[in-house]
């Protein structure tokens, strides 16, 4: 399995900057596009941004100038800045990976549990 641990989440007021990170481990032959999701309360799960294994990065138009994701393929590391926070961006983060375990599988979908960001007004 690959399993997926987010950090960084937390309580910051509007204007204010958060960092999120999220390391990959387990069986990984490859690891492929790396992205973070989020959901607020009520609302369906939405991408944040997204990049793949060569550095290609694709924002959500809410985030974009704002939100930066980048990644480390020596760590198996995403990561997410966050600026200009607003009330709005207040939801559970989630890190997403697609990878293969091995040459032989196809590649599959793996999540972390969530972190919580909030934004205060």
């Known amino acids: 399995q690959v399993q997926l641990v987010e950090s960084g989440g937390g309580l910051v007021q509007a204007g204010g900057s958060l960092r999120l990170s999220c390391v990959a481990s387990?069986?990984?032959?490859?690891?492929?596009?790396m992205g973070w999701y989020r959901q607020a309360p009520g609302k369906q799960r939405e991408l944040v941004a997204t990049i793949t294994s060569g550095g290609s990065t694709n924002y959500a138009d809410s985030v974009k100038g704002r939100f930066t994701i980048s990644r480390d393929n020596a760590k198996n590391a995403v990561y997410l800045q966050m600026a200009s926070l607003t009330p709005e961006d207040t939801a559970v983060y989630f890190c997403h990976c697609n990878a293969k375990r091995n040459r032989f599988l196809r590649s599959d979908d793996y999540w972390g549990q969530g972190t919580q960001v909030t934004v205060s007004a």
């Open positions: 387990g069986s990984i032959f490859s690891l492929n596009a």
